[in-house]
């Protein structure tokens, strides 16, 4: 089909390359041109794994073009809206890109054209967009608005988008539900192969769901917000294990194996960040309060969020004692791993407090210093996790990369002033850990002290225990 995408950030991008790589034609528009002419050129704008190839060869065969807003308005029988959704100084989503662009396909398109809301936006949107466009509508376009809320997660979002477990379609109108089935076909019948895999593991297949665009809009905000809720909810119960003496470990392994909880979403931390949950969560928060609604349960999702920070820093400052002078190392910055992206990422807040008190942070990420460097460019920036460590009072993990699990611990405790590690995403073993020398603090667990090593002397070291 002939498909035009208008947005190119990691949403947009992500569905023009996936639609290509499914056999679509798909032109992809934005109004940044600089952007589009490093996209021509092959280069893709964040770190998402597969994307690169999937848009060098898509690009290559001429199924996936970049171009501007006007000329992707013109093409597609399908027009997919990905532009971005920021949120107002009160929480409320700014759909001001969305209505700009309904109104120019109003203004221009002629024929029929399915607009598909793939933004994420406030319930009642796919409905105030269709009355919209009814205004401005010159042209007597024949249109249907859909609501096809994304769920795919940065860092696996083209393996997401061929492994959907559902596909939810939010439509008034059987031609328009027909269409979307017809674009989606070789996802629904795991038809095509995932560039993410060599050989997918059986998946189950996803299920199409179709509702009116009302329920479709819902369903986005709900799962971001239930899933936020499941995460703020394992960081309370880690803080009565930390007081209690228990294990967040085990406790979350307990509460997970009932299949109506699920194990997904309970690892304890310093909190949820990125572009999508603490946004969607504010603007559910705000659109269930305009609408009269009792949405305070989620706003203690967020308050509990918020506080993690501050809770992590009172950690950090209960073994340092003073901060100022200290030298801090930080691994990790990106909200997740396998991202650059470090937009609301808990690190940046919680570096920020440590510079704020005078520390000084020498931080470390495999993909997202450039970014962070934007942000914080007062921080000194190192290769490689060694050298972040070099006279390290205390060693932070922010992003539970892989790489911080095979570690040369005998360079490490070399490197470090003092070996501490406080874990603040509860990705390695006390008991690996503190056979290396080190003290090791993380979220919920009880405190393990080093197994008492005179500075210099090196353990043994031990096969590295899976977690
Ligand atoms: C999230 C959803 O998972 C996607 O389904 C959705 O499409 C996307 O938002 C969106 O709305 O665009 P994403 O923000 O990429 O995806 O990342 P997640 O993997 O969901 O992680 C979000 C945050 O929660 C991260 O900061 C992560 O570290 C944190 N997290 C996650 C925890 O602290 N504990 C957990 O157990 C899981």
């Known amino acids: 089909m002939e498909i035009s995408v208008i947005g190119a950030g990691y949403v947009g991008l992500t569905t023009a390359a996936c639609l290509s790589e499914i056999g679509h034609h798909v032109l992809c528009a934005d109004n940044d041109a600089m952007k589009l002419d490093s996209l021509r050129a092959g280069r893709v704008p964040f770190f998402e794994p597969h994307l690169d190839e999937l848009v060098a060869r898509n690009h290559k065969s001429g199924r996936l073009e970049f171009t501007t807003t006007e000329k992707a308005i013109d093409f597609g029988k399908a027009l997919f809206i990905c532009v971005g959704t920021p949120p107002l100084e009160n929480g409320e ?197 305009k609408m009269g609604c009792n949405f305070s349960l989620l706003r203690e999702v967020e308050n509990i969020n918020v506080a993690r920070v501050e809770q992590f820093v009172a950690r950090i400052k209960k073994e340092l004692w003073v901060l100022r002078g200290k030298t801090i190392a930080v691994w990790g910055l990106a909200f997740k791993p396998n991202t650059d992206d470090v937009r609301f990422a808990p690190s940046l807040a919680i570096i920020r407090r440590l510079i704020a008190e005078g520390a000084k942070v020498q931080a470390y990420d495999p993909q997202a210093v450039e970014k962070t460097k934007k942000e914080i460019p007062e921080m000194i920036y190192a290769e490689n996790p060694y050298n972040a460590a070099k006279g390290a009072d205390a060693i932070l993990i922010l992003t539970e990369w892989d790489e911080f699990r095979g570690l040369d611990w005998q360079r490490l405790l070399e490197a470090v002033e003092r070996p501490l ?47």
Do not use: W
């Open 421 to 467: 590690m406080i874990d603040g995403r509860n990705m390695l073993s006390a008991d690996e850990v503190t056979s290396h020398g080190f003290d090791y603090v993380s979220i919920g667990r009880v405190p393990q002290p080093s197994s008492k090593l005179a500075a210099g002397q090196l353990a043994t070291p031990v096969a590295a225990k899976s977690e």
């Open 93 to 289: 989503a700014d759909l001001s890109a969305i209505e700009s662009v309904a109104r120019q396909i109003a203004q221009s398109a002629r024929g029929y054209r399915l607009i598909i809301e793939k933004s994420t936006v406030p319930v009642q949107t796919a409905q105030r967009l269709a009355k919209h466009m009814a205004i401005y509508n010159t042209n007597r376009l024949d249109y249907d608005v859909v609501s096809n809320p994304e769920f795919l997660r940065e860092g696996s979002a083209v393996e997401d988008f061929f492994h959907p477990d559902r596909i939810v379609v939010g439509a008034e109108s059987a031609r328009a539900v027909a269409l979307l089935q017809e674009i989606y076909q070789p996802v629904l019948n795991s038809r095509t192969a995932c560039p993410a895999h060599s050989i997918c593991p059986a998946h189950v297949k996803p299920t199409f769901v179709v509702t009116d665009t009302s329920s479709a809009e819902i369903v986005k905000h709900a799962s971001n917000s239930f899933l936020a809720m499941k995460i703020s909810f394992i960081n309370m119960i880690a803080d009565l294990c930390e007081a209690a003496g228990a294990d967040i470990e085990r406790v979350a392994e307990g509460i997970g194996m009932d299949h109506r909880i699920g194990p997904a979403f309970l690892r304890p931390g310093i909190g949820f960040g990125g572009f999508c949950f603490p946004k969607d969560l504010q603007a559910f928060v705000h659109i269930g309060e």
